[in-house]
């Protein structure tokens, strides 16, 4: 997107959001990996830049974009500042909500097949039970080692995790054998997506 923007030559205001997360590095120093088309891209190592799913962050990112479009438009500067604040309100029923869970749950096991959700299970206190190189692996569009799929199917065979946590858009026969295991094995599915912020129990 930076490249696209320079190209432009736009002189428009630019927010970018994962720089408001508190745990964006200081240093914003990108490394560049391939995906599984081989496109190179940047990368934050250690970062979940999938911070549509941080609540906080979202709502920083509305009160941002309504200050941007009160200097464009100071005529709807009042009616900006109070759908950022409405919007702002229902984060913080979002807010409750994880912490409901968080007292209910806290420590549960949970399996994510890919780290887009984790903002998410992470204040719910969830305990993400996913072997690390199975998550990295489907983030880069790259084949499970065969014994870390294995390991992956007996954490859910034995039962520890209470939910399994699919990232709809990026997977592959790894992440359908988890999703099938968790199916025999009693285990509930969540799917979530990446463009369209929902997720559905299957």
């Known amino acids: 997107m930076d490249g696209l923007i320079q190209a432009s030559?736009?002189?428009?205001?630019?927010?970018?959001?994962?720089?408001?997360s508190p745990e964006y590095p200081a240093?914003?120093?990108?490394?560049?990996?391939?995906?599984?088309?081989?496109?190179?891209?940047?990368?934050?190592?250690?970062?979940?830049?999938?911070?549509f799913y941080d609540p906080a962050v979202m709502a920083t990112l509305a009160g941002k974009v309504?200050?941007?479009?009160?200097?464009i438009d100071p005529a709807g500067k009042d009616?900006?500042?109070?759908?950022?604040q409405a919007f702002t309100a229902g984060i913080e029923k979002i807010d409750g909500r994880l912490?409901?869970?968080?007292?209910?749950?806290e420590g549960t096991g949970v399996f994510v097949t890919e780290p887009l959700p984790l903002s998410l299970t992470d204040a719910a206190g969830l305990d993400n039970k996913t072997?690390?190189?199975?998550?990295?692996?489907?983030?880069?569009g790259q084949d499970v080692a065969p014994a870390t799929l294995l390991e992956a199917l007996q954490i859910i065979s034995a039962k520890q995790v209470a939910v399994v946590?699919?990232?709809?858009?990026?997977?592959?026969?790894?992440?359908?054998?988890?999703?099938?295991?968790?199916?025999?094995a009693g285990i509930p599915t969540l799917r979530f997506s990446e463009p369209c912020p929902t997720a559905r129990p299957t």
Not at 29 to 49: I, K, M, P, S, Y
Not at 165 to 182: L, M, P, S, W
């Open 165 to 184: 946590v699919v990232n709809a858009q990026a997977g592959g026969a790894e992440t359908d054998r988890v999703e099938q295991d968790a199916k025999d």
């Open 27 to 51: 240093d914003g120093d990108l490394g560049t990996h391939r995906d599984d088309d081989a496109h190179a891209h940047d990368h934050l190592e250690g970062f979940n830049e999938h911070v």
């Open 9 to 20: 030559d736009s002189k428009a205001a630019v927010i970018t959001a994962a720089t408001l």
């Open 66 to 71: 309504a200050e941007e479009l009160g200097t």
């Open 131 to 140: 072997p690390p190189a199975f998550s990295e692996a489907v983030e880069e």
């Open 79 to 84: 009616a900006f500042a109070t759908n950022a």
């Open 99 to 105: 912490a409901q869970l968080k007292s209910a749950h």
